[in-house]
């Protein structure tokens, strides 16, 4: 482990808004920003509490969006639900294999490898783990950079419900299962966003 200064052991920390390096303020008090006013944090304030808090729910909501109607279609031969598994079966046995793969890929596999990923992240700093601090940093990296590709299920509809309202033969609209989905996204963001990765490394710190 390198013994390079950090901020942290120098009693200093950032503004997170514009940047501008103060020095930490006595441990339980508030402090602001001299320059842009903005409240200062050593840390992401109960990081791991609000990643967990939104983490569950995203979890929660992840069975209602894969169970409940995505979209409801409605046209001359009837009315039909889709989920999203079912629309996927569909655009496959419709031979549009490589679309059926990338909503596949970008709706299911992404907000699940997402939830997995970020409780292993938050697991391990809950349980002071020293293991792998390098590996887990880049996982924290992938996941903030995938969580921008898992709202292309919503574009799909969005392109679909377009398509099919020029037509005029059908009518579509986003069933529960749209919003549900939509909140699992959304969810998964914030508890990426209130994640601090830089907890994985004080446990190095402390515990070296
Ligand atoms: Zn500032």
Redesign the pocket.
């Known amino acids: 482990m390198s013994k390079a200064p950090t901020a942290a052991r120098s009693g200093l920390l950032a503004?997170?808004?514009?940047?501008?390096v103060?020095h930490a303020p006595p441990p339980g008090s508030d402090a602001?920003?001299?320059?842009?006013?903005?409240m200062?944090h050593m840390r992401k304030p109960a990081s791991l509490a609000r990643t967990w808090a939104f983490l569950i729910a995203a979890i929660i909501l992840y069975v209602p969006a894969n169970t409940l109607p995505i979209m409801d279609t409605s046209s001359l031969f009837g009315t039909q639900s889709d989920t999203i598994l079912s629309g996927v079966a569909f655009l496959w046995t419709s031979g549009s294999f490589v679309l059926a793969s990338l909503v596949f890929f970008a709706s299911v596999m992404v907000p699940l490898v997402k939830m997995i990923a970020l409780a292993v992240l938050a697991g391990s700093v809950q349980m002071r783990s020293v293991a792998h601090p390098r590996t887990r940093t880049r996982l924290y990296r992938i996941i903030e950079f995938a969580g921008r590709w898992s709202m292309l299920d919503i574009y799909v509809v969005t392109i679909l419900v377009a398509l099919v309202q020029v037509s005029t033969f059908a009518s579509i609209h986003a069933g529960p299962g749209a919003a549900a989905f939509g909140a699992v996204v959304v969810l998964t963001m914030f508890a990426a966003a209130s994640f601090d990765p830089r907890l994985i490394w004080d446990i190095q710190e402390k515990e070296s």
Do not use: Q
């Not at 503004?15 to 501008?20: A, I, M, P, S, T």
């Not at 602001?32 to 903005?38: I, Q």
């Open positions: 503004c997170e808004v514009c940047r501008l103060s602001y920003c001299p320059r842009c006013g903005a200062l």
